[in-house]
Protein backbone atom coordinates (compact mmCIF):
# COMPACT_ATOMS: atom_id res chain seq x y z
CA UNK A 1 0.00 0.00 0.00
CA UNK A 2 1.39 3.43 -1.04
CA UNK A 3 1.65 6.22 1.25
CA UNK A 4 3.33 9.41 1.68
CA UNK A 5 3.06 11.10 5.46
CA UNK A 6 3.74 14.61 6.01
CA UNK A 7 4.80 15.50 9.31
CA UNK A 8 6.52 18.89 10.83
CA UNK A 9 3.66 21.68 10.39
CA UNK A 10 2.63 23.94 13.19
CA UNK A 11 2.36 27.42 13.78
CA UNK A 12 5.26 29.84 13.89
CA UNK A 13 5.70 33.62 13.77
CA UNK A 14 7.23 35.56 10.71
CA UNK A 15 10.76 35.07 10.05
CA UNK A 16 11.06 32.02 11.97
CA UNK A 17 11.56 28.62 10.81
CA UNK A 18 10.01 24.64 10.09
CA UNK A 19 11.13 21.75 8.80
CA UNK A 20 8.67 19.50 6.71
CA UNK A 21 9.09 15.65 6.55
CA UNK A 22 7.53 13.49 4.36
CA UNK A 23 7.82 9.57 5.18
CA UNK A 24 7.45 7.21 1.80
CA UNK A 25 6.29 3.49 1.61
CA UNK A 26 4.24 0.96 -0.44
CA UNK A 27 7.03 2.16 -3.98
CA UNK A 28 10.47 2.84 -5.30
CA UNK A 29 10.87 5.55 -3.69
CA UNK A 30 14.36 6.30 -5.48
CA UNK A 31 13.00 5.64 -8.71
CA UNK A 32 10.27 8.88 -7.89
CA UNK A 33 10.92 12.47 -8.00
CA UNK A 34 9.73 13.97 -4.84
CA UNK A 35 7.63 17.54 -4.71
CA UNK A 36 6.32 19.38 -2.21
CA UNK A 37 3.15 21.62 -3.32
CA UNK A 38 0.66 23.61 -1.09
CA UNK A 39 -3.11 25.07 -0.97
CA UNK A 40 -3.62 28.19 0.95
CA UNK A 41 -7.55 28.93 1.79
CA UNK A 42 -9.59 29.96 -1.15
CA UNK A 43 -6.61 29.47 -3.30
CA UNK A 44 -5.78 26.67 -5.88
CA UNK A 45 -3.12 24.21 -4.80
CA UNK A 46 0.63 25.80 -5.91
CA UNK A 47 3.92 24.03 -6.72
CA UNK A 48 7.03 24.91 -4.09
CA UNK A 49 9.88 22.57 -4.64
CA UNK A 50 10.65 19.54 -6.32
CA UNK A 51 14.09 16.76 -5.94
CA UNK A 52 14.85 14.51 -8.96
CA UNK A 53 14.86 11.38 -8.86
CA UNK A 54 18.57 10.66 -9.97
CA UNK A 55 20.74 13.39 -9.39
CA UNK A 56 18.90 15.75 -6.71
CA UNK A 57 18.49 18.40 -8.79
CA UNK A 58 16.29 20.87 -7.24
CA UNK A 59 13.85 23.56 -8.47
CA UNK A 60 11.61 26.20 -6.67
CA UNK A 61 9.03 28.35 -6.94
CA UNK A 62 10.14 32.23 -7.47
CA UNK A 63 8.22 32.85 -4.07
CA UNK A 64 10.26 30.62 -1.79
CA UNK A 65 13.73 30.76 -3.88
CA UNK A 66 16.43 31.20 -1.42
CA UNK A 67 14.34 30.42 1.69
CA UNK A 68 12.78 26.76 1.37
CA UNK A 69 15.27 23.93 0.63
CA UNK A 70 14.00 20.41 -0.20
CA UNK A 71 15.66 17.23 0.40
CA UNK A 72 15.91 13.26 0.17
CA UNK A 73 17.40 10.46 1.90
CA UNK A 74 16.73 7.58 -0.37
CA UNK A 75 18.01 5.07 2.59
CA UNK A 76 15.31 6.08 4.44
CA UNK A 77 12.71 7.08 2.24
CA UNK A 78 12.29 10.23 3.54
CA UNK A 79 11.57 13.69 1.43
CA UNK A 80 12.12 17.09 3.81
CA UNK A 81 11.34 20.53 3.55
CA UNK A 82 13.84 23.25 5.33
CA UNK A 83 11.49 26.23 5.21
CA UNK A 84 13.35 29.80 6.65
CA UNK A 85 12.25 33.14 7.03
CA UNK A 86 8.76 32.09 7.26
CA UNK A 87 5.87 34.46 6.27
CA UNK A 88 2.60 34.80 6.30
CA UNK A 89 1.30 34.27 2.90
CA UNK A 90 3.20 30.91 3.26
CA UNK A 91 0.44 29.48 5.40
CA UNK A 92 -1.40 26.27 3.78
CA UNK A 93 -1.67 22.62 3.62
CA UNK A 94 1.69 21.45 2.32
CA UNK A 95 1.61 18.02 0.31
CA UNK A 96 4.35 16.20 -0.74
CA UNK A 97 3.77 14.28 -3.79
CA UNK A 98 5.92 11.85 -5.50
CA UNK A 99 6.17 11.55 -9.49
CA UNK A 100 8.00 8.58 -10.88
CA UNK A 101 11.20 9.42 -12.58
CA UNK A 102 11.50 12.45 -14.84
CA UNK A 103 6.99 12.73 -15.34
CA UNK A 104 5.40 16.01 -14.18
CA UNK A 105 2.28 13.89 -13.43
CA UNK A 106 2.16 13.26 -9.41
CA UNK A 107 0.47 9.46 -9.17
CA UNK A 108 1.14 9.56 -5.35
CA UNK A 109 -0.03 12.86 -2.79
CA UNK A 110 0.34 13.00 1.10
CA UNK A 111 -2.59 13.93 3.18
CA UNK A 112 -1.04 17.53 4.17
CA UNK A 113 0.46 19.36 6.99
CA UNK A 114 -1.01 22.56 7.96
CA UNK A 115 1.91 25.24 8.41
CA UNK A 116 0.63 29.06 9.96
CA UNK A 117 3.19 31.52 9.84
CA UNK A 118 1.45 34.82 12.18
CA UNK A 119 2.46 38.03 11.50
Known amino acids: QVQLVESGGGLVQAGGSLSLSCAAS????????MAWFRQAPGKEREFVAR????????NYADSVKGRFAISRDNAKNMAYLRMNGLKPEDTAVYYC????????????WGQGTQVTVSS
Open 26 to 33: GFSFRSYA
Open 97 to 108: AAALGDRRIYNY
Open 51 to 58: ISWNRGAT
